[in-house]
């Protein structure tokens, strides 16, 4: 039972999202900081700003920008995904009142993308 | 590549460095990144931002399967943190860099002192992998407990308040927290921290939460709370793929590295060491926010 006295199933799956997330992301940083070394690459030099559109392209030519951007992406939407699984996981429960709230904290981020697009 | 290599190796100091002192990495990476490479310092907290994230999200996976944070608490306070957060991402690209300097100068004079008043005390608390404040085995040893114990026995918790409690505890005066976790988003998503500093003593002192309780659970809020802000930085722009990569590669193994090392290091030496590398960043930072470097 968890503190509670509700039964417990939440906690490890969200604890799986965050490992798997972490490590999945900082796999693919990894590989994106080996080829931007190992090509010579400063990272002083600048890298290109974050774009979706040369994303895809990037990754096919192994361009360290291309693994560097989809996992820092990974990285920052990793606790996001843990908090949409949550809010998944208390209405299943029927807990409505921390879905409500996972639901705002979700909005919350929304709104900095939205301000940070609309400020940008 | 030497510059590259560079970054690695110093991402993997400060993250052992701050595991093993249970500081979090944040501290160390702004002005690793700005002292040491140049950066300018809003970019160097984007970065350190997402080195953050990476360390509290592998910490904060364990204590959730080791059921030490408490959940539910963590995503209501998480709710007012993460909105200070979006605050503080606007707030940062309005002021001035420089007064950015001045706070986070400021940050680490009281980081600084804490470490030395804890210098005074054994230094035989345990070392974590999440951002502890250094005060934190202080506050217990001061008391704080009792503190807490009061807290707790001022009003009864019911109703959505009483499902926030945990084992032997219940949560009190919420709204007061609340304030204080928007103040914790703010001070991470502007300094590029995790804000454990103020969400621990927050949930230990004011709420009545075990301190190793409020540490798992600060843990989990750091996440969120450095990914709302951090997405105000991409989205507008302030924030470099080819510094953050090798960097927070270094901050998540020398996290891993500290986590397993730190016992076996002694504490006390690290900490006077830790206390000289504040002060003197501290005072780089005063000459930043001074124009004088």
């Known amino acids: ?120 | 590549m030497e510059v590259g290599l560079l970054m690695l190796a110093g991402g993997i100091a400060a993250g052992a460095f701050g595991s093993i002192l249970g500081l979090g990495g944040g501290l160390l990476i702004v002005p690793l990144l700005t002292l040491g490479f140049g950066l300018p310092l809003r970019e160097a907290v984007g970065v350190s931002l997402v080195c953050v994230i990476v360390t509290s999200s592998a910490s904060a996976g364990v204590y959730l399967q080791r059921r030490q944070a408490n959940l539910r608490l963590g995503m209501v306070l998480e709710l007012f943190t993460a909105a200070g957060a979006v605050v503080g991402g606007a707030i940062a690209f309005l002021i001035d860099e420089r007064l950015l300097a001045g706070l986070f100068a400021l940050l680490l004079v009281y980081v600084a002192a804490t470490m030395l008043q804890g210098l005074r005390q054994p230094a035989d608390e345990p070392a974590t992998d999440d951002e502890t404040p250094p005060h934190a085995h202080l506050a217990l040893e001061a008391g704080a407990d009792a503190a807490a114990e009061e807290g707790r026995t001022g009003e009864p918790a019911g109703g959505f308040l009483a499902e926030l409690g945990g084992p032997g505890y219940d949560v009190t005066r919420l709204p007061v927290a609340a304030l204080g976790s928007v103040g914790a988003g703010v001070a991470s998503a502007l300094l590029g921290i995790g804000g454990g500093l103020i969400k621990v003593p927050l949930m230990h002192l004011v709420l009545g939460v075990p301190l190793r309780v409020a540490t798992a659970t600060s843990n989990l809020m750091i996440g969120i709370t450095a990914s709302a802000s951090a997405i105000v930085y991409l989205v507008r722009g302030g924030f470099d793929a080819y510094v953050a990569g090798p960097t927070a590669i270094g901050v998540f193994v020398g996290a891993s590295l500290g986590s397993r090392l730190g016992h076996r290091v002694g504490q006390r030496a690290l900490r006077v060491l830790f206390v000289l590398v504040l002060a003197y960043t501290a005072i780089e930072m005063v000459r930043r926010a001074a124009g004088m470097s």
Do not use: C, K
């Not at chain 1, 940083?29 to 190992?38: E, K, N, P, Q, R």
């Open chain 1, 1 to 120: 039972m968890t503190t509670t006295g509700r039964p417990e199933a939440l906690e490890p799956a969200l604890a799986r999202v965050l490992q798997v997330g972490t490590y999945l992301s900082i796999g693919l940083v990894a590989i994106g900081s080996l080829l931007l070394i190992a090509g010579g690459g400063s990272p002083l030099a600048g890298g290109p700003p974050l774009s979706l559109s040369t994303l895809r392209g990037d990754l096919l030519a192994l361009r360290p920008a291309g693994f560097l951007w989809l996992g820092i992406l990974g990285i920052v939407l990793t606790p996001a995904l843990r908090v949409a699984t949550a809010l998944l996981g208390f209405w299943r429960r029927g807990e409505r009142a921390m879905a409500g709230i996972a639901l705002l904290i979700l909005a919350v981020v929304a709104a900095g993308v939205v301000s940070g697009l609309l400020a940008g």
